[in-house]
């Protein structure tokens, strides 16, 4: 059996309740075959692949706190540092109900060849819990986020592990984990990105993955001897990553048509109203049902449906396995030229495969969504000079990088053979400075 074989099969022997990390997993030695290949003696002797898939360490801890009638609430805490051979780790924290070890650990996996590709120096980690944020009192979600950093703060720091936000953690969950750190360490550090301007925060990272992931598509686009002005586009989720998709999918001359929550979707012909969208979901953390209430152009349906609406391109951004083969039959149908995902794993393998198959310009999240971490690589950089930089050098920095991520996997998809194949492209990328690092540290 071929090493690459043998390694997904001993992951999923001995992670055997992770379909997610399994996936992940797949995904990333299934396209490093050919790399593998080459140098299978080599990596077999150092188990390369092994500890690849090995995290260096997971944390899994209590999270004790008092709901607002008094009754004591438990959650789970996570902190997987997976790997750190380039920098210390990075990565951000979810908290979602559906969070789990293996959820943790599969997002934990993908940000390793994420913050490789950004060719910024920070490793893969990432963290969470099932805590969930919604319909929580402000006062409920301080409890939380004080109880859980008095844990995990004994684990990271700015030089050891930076955590950062993801579902269900914003701007309002990073300033109580912020707080909480310094109080206990007594610390003032850039130990969390994402923070707020007034502490240390960075200008763009709240707009970085959204603005990334159309910068990025924007070149593979041009590139392939089209652009994105006037294309119709379809985006899932209504988050932090697709709020900035739409706004710069508009500014550079596209029509957004949809977006989802977890309970329905919109569909705007006139296009998305971005600040009626913001107001809804940032300020009044309301559902879509108040956007339609709001907005005589567009209907709102319950349940999924946002691929059934023909576009040219197609961004989810809500969470993994959004994507299915059906919505994939479903984009191809309707002409579909390009997806790119904000989020991470949106796509199921056989809905990426067949949409390859098809045609379909396909930029996987380690890529395609690669600006939110960069940009948390810029705060740490701001931070460590004690400097603040412009809007401007923030965003064209963040620019410059995803224009480079782009060619990066296009030219590594090109070495082996696989011109086009952006996922192998990225996987290659990600991995051969990872590799590199880990061979010249030796055995750890
Ligand atoms: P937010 O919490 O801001 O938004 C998440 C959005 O996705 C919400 O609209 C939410 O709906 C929807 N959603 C979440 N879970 C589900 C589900 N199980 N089914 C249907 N809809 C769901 O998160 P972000 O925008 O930050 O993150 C979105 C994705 O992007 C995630 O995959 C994340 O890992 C990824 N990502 C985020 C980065 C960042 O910088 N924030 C960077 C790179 C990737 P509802 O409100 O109803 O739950
Ligand atoms: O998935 C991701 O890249 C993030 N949630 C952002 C991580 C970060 O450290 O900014």
């Keep these: ?21 399994h ?17 299978e003696e080599k990596y077999r002797k150092e188990a390369l692949l092994e500890r690849l898939v090995n995290p260096e360490r997971q944390i899994k801890f209590r999270v004790p706190w008092v709901d607002d009638k008094g009754q004591v609430q438990v959650n789970t805490g996570y902190r997987v540092q997976f790997n750190s051979a380039i920098g210390p780790y990075k990565g951000g924290l ?5 969070v789990n070890l293996g959820i ?14 950004t060719a910024a120096a920070i490793g893969g980690g990432k963290g969470g819990s099932d805590f969930d944020p919604k319909g929580k009192s402000d006062r ?8 859980f950093m008095t844990e995990l703060c004994k684990y990271i720091g700015a030089d050891t592990d930076v955590p950062a936000g993801d579902i269900g953690t914003g701007a309002r969950e990073i300033g109580y984990m912020f707080g909480q750190y310094k109080r206990i360490r007594g610390v003032y550090e850039g130990v969390l990105t994402g923070k707020g301007l007034s502490y240390g925060g960075s200008l763009a990272r709240t707009e970085a993955t959204g603005y990334g992931l159309l910068y990025l598509t924007e070149e593979m686009l041009k590139c392939n ?17 697709a709020i900035y998709a739409a706004q710069k999918a508009e500014q550079l001359g596209a029509k957004v048509v949809t977006v989802s929550d977890s309970t329905g979707w919109v569909y705007d012909p006139e296009g998305i109203d971005v600040a009626l969208l913001k107001e809804v979901k940032e300020v009044k953390r309301a559902r879509l049902t108040e956007y339609a209430a709001n907005r005589p152009s567009a209907q709102y349906h319950e349940g999924r449906g946002v691929w059934t609406i023909p576009c040219d391109v197609a961004l989810p951004c809500a969470t993994q396995n959004e994507l299915l083969l059906d919505d994939a039959k479903a984009l191809v149908e309707n002409g579909c030229i390009a997806v790119a995902e904000g989020a991470n794993m949106p796509t199921t393998l056989e809905a990426t495969e067949y949409l390859q198959k098809n045609g379909i310009l396909f930029a996987p999240g380690k890529a395609a969504n690669a600006g939110g971490v960069a940009t948390s690589a810029l705060e740490m950089s701001q931070n460590s000079e004690r400097l603040s930089w412009t809007f401007e050098e923030v965003d064209s920095k963040l620019k410059n990088i995803m224009v480079n991520i782009f060619h990066n996997m ?3 998809a090109k070495r082996y053979g696989a011109e086009g194949n952006y996922v192998v492209g990225a996987n290659i990328a990600g991995f051969e400075k990872v590799v590199d690092a880990m061979t010249a540290q030796g055995i750890v």
């Design 1 to 21: 059996m071929s090493y690459v074989d043998e390694v997904i099969e001993l992951v999923v022997k001995q992670n055997p309740a992770e379909p997610e990390f």
């Design 23 to 39: 996936q992940a997993v797949k995904e990333v030695l299934e396209s490093l075959r050919a790399v593998v290949e080459a140098n």
């Design 94 to 98: 979810r908290l979602h109900p559906s």
């Design 104 to 117: 943790i650990k599969f997002l934990g996996f993908e940000q390793i060849f994420k913050n490789s590709l």
């Design 140 to 147: 409920e979600v301080m409890a939380f986020c004080q109880s």
């Design 225 to 241: 001897g089209k652009e994105i002005a006037g294309k119709t586009v379809c985006i899932s989720g209504s988050g932090n990553v």
């Design 410 to 412: 296009d030219d590594a």
